[in-house]
């Protein structure tokens, strides 16, 4: 059973841009233009090579470094492989994020949704927390199990496409937590519709959205339209 959950604001833009600055410069521009728009991102993910890859990226320094000049929080991506990665390497690119590009905080993709996980999901939450990380969103994709949503400031509870997302439910658990507590990233928008997704997150009880037009196999990889008040 799924019902609306209260009204959220729907408007914080949670940008996840899976490019690099040296191949497509014209996403980044765009990206940049954004944070000057209202409102603009609220995060941004960095996404190396599927994490903080091997050494630091002098073209993604650079990056990090204009959007933290313009007040843009930055999180460092992570993929945990939904509970199946080791715990010490999910950790070390925590640290590598934090001291390769001062990321604020860490975006741990590919998380598990079922309960039996959520002490592991717990353990690296709180161990990022040590290592600086100020804020930590989990990302299953989908609604997971609640016990999920006191572990992270942010939980991705949709991944997928605009089609996919018009018919998507809400679960009664949701209602119990504020907006700003979950995101739903949203692909393969037709434009013009940036504005219906945020309306829609919104009216979901999500506070935090990402509509993007990109579709394939690396949809992320074109930065979002600003969507006006």
Do not use: K
């Not at 990206?31 to 903080?52: F, Q, S, Y």
């Not at 690296?124 to 600086?132: D, F, H």
Request: with cysteine; glycine share 10%; aromatic share 8%.
């Amino acid at each position: 059973m799924t019902r609306p959950a209260p009204p959220g604001d729907g408007r914080r833009l949670l940008v996840p841009l899976y490019a690099h600055p040296a191949v497509n410069p014209g996403a980044w521009a765009a990206l940049t233009a954004l944070t000057a728009a209202a409102p603009g991102p609220h995060a941004v993910v960095l996404n190396v090579a599927d994490g903080p890859g091997s050494r630091p990226d002098p073209h993604f320094r650079a990056a990090a470094g204009r959007l933290r000049a313009a007040g843009v929080r930055l999180l460092g991506y992570v993929d945990t492989a939904y509970g199946r990665r080791p715990p010490r390497a999910v950790v070390a690119d925590v640290r590598r994020h934090r001291r390769w590009y001062d990321v604020d905080g860490v975006f741990f993709d590919q998380a598990a949704a079922h309960a039996a996980l959520l002490p592991r999901y717990r353990w690296l939450v709180m161990t990022a927390r040590v290592l600086g990380a100020r804020t930590a969103v989990l990302n299953p994709g989908t609604h997971p199990d609640p016990g999920y949503a006191a572990l992270a400031d942010v939980l991705v509870t949709f991944e997928g496409t605009w089609e996919d997302y018009r018919r998507a439910g809400v679960p009664d658990w949701t209602a119990d937590h504020p907006p700003g507590r979950f995101c739903h990233l949203v692909h393969g928008v037709p434009e013009g519709q940036q504005a219906q997704v945020a309306r829609m997150a919104g009216a979901r009880g999500a506070g935090v959205h990402c509509a993007v037009p990109g579709t394939g196999a690396n949809p992320w990889c074109s930065a979002p339209l600003p969507v006006a008040r």
